[in-house]
């Protein structure tokens, strides 16, 4: 990589950041596409993060990735927020526009839908889907799940209240029917009663254990199982399903494409998929 006077500068603030795999990940694409262009990690300290996103436009960035714990507190400061963040409540990519405005954007949803795209899992279109979870990562996939027009969505939470919350905000915000279960085997077995699709977007199984009260004889084909963790790439709930002959889907794909989409809006330019996905195996 060459720094020029000319090099257009994105990255990603975290607090801390250096577990980040998003460096790897984007200046491998930034390489591909010939680009003067580098990505470099900020750790930012929550009360310096007003400061931080003005120093960044100052500096003439083209827009920057926000992770934890900055995704909810980046709302309000900036000029404009998509609808599907406002949602999701939460900011993972901010542009720099042109015209001086910083617009943030969450691209979750959106690659959570092309990562199952790529993977032959059918789209639940008509159909009833299950998401266990009610946080930040929950909240994207329902948008995720009302874009592709599901009938129905079932939200199950260990916290139930969450669950109902979010429910309910589905059904006002975004235009699904929504309920809610508690994350227990009785509630489980409701939400997965006719559905065609579970999707695990709570942190249980990042320890490569199951950590969830599923009945392994409920996951059954014709169901589809996508749990958004990447790492393991292999979670219990995973092995379980795939042993029971159901589609499965881990996580790498989501956070490749959210990266992708990411580096999109930057740039203008389609971003190179593979290179990214390869770049963030390599840097795992
Ligand atoms: P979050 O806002 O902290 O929410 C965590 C969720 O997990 C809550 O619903 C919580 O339930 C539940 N939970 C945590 N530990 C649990 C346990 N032992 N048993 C049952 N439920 C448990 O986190 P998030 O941002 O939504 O992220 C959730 C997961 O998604 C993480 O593993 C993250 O790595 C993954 N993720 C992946 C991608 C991707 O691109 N692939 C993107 C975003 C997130 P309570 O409400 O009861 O606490």
Not at 76 to 96: H, K, M, Q
Not at 121 to 144: D, N, T, W
Not at 196 to 214: E, K, Q, Y
Request: hydrophobic content about 45%.
């Amino acid at each position: 990589m060459r720094i020029t006077g000319k090099t257009q500068l994105v990255g990603v603030i975290g607090y801390p950041v250096s577990h980040t795999l998003s460096p790897a990940m984007h200046n491998a694409a930034i390489a591909e596409l010939g680009l003067d262009w580098v990505y470099a990690p900020f750790p930012v300290a929550p009360d310096r993060l007003p400061e931080a996103v003005r120093g960044l436009q100052a500096v003439g960035a083209r827009g920057f990735n926000a992770t934890i714990p900055h995704k909810e507190s980046l709302l309000p400061l900036l000029d404009e927020v998509s609808g599907e963040a406002a949602f999701i409540g939460a900011v993972n990519t901010v542009l720099f526009h042109e015209d001086g405005r910083s617009i943030g954007y969450n691209t979750d949803a959106e690659g959570f839908l092309r990562a199952m795209d790529e993977s032959g899992i059918a789209p639940p279109e008509g159909e009833k889907a299950a998401v266990m979870g009610a946080g930040g990562a929950a909240r994207a996939v329902a948008a995720a799940l009302a874009k592709a027009k599901a009938r129905e969505i079932v939200i199950v939470n260990r916290t139930f209240e969450k669950a109902e919350a979010l429910a309910a905000e589905a059904d006002a915000a975004i235009g699904v029917s929504a309920r809610a279960e508690p994350l227990t085997e009785a509630g489980i077995a409701s939400a997965l009663d006719g559905t065609a699709l579970l999707v695990n977007a709570t942190s249980a199984g990042m320890d490569g254990s199951a950590g969830l009260p599923i009945d392994a004889d409920a996951l059954r084909p014709p169901l589809a199982v996508y749990d958004i963790v990447y790492s393991p790439p292999q979670t219990g709930l995973l092995k379980t399903a795939a042993q029971n002959g159901c589609k499965t889907l881990n996580g790498l794909g989501m956070l490749t494409h959210q990266g992708a989409i990411a580096l999109e809006r930057w740039t203008g330019l389609k971003a190179p998929v593979e290179t990214m996905r390869q770049a963030l195996l390599a840097a795992q």
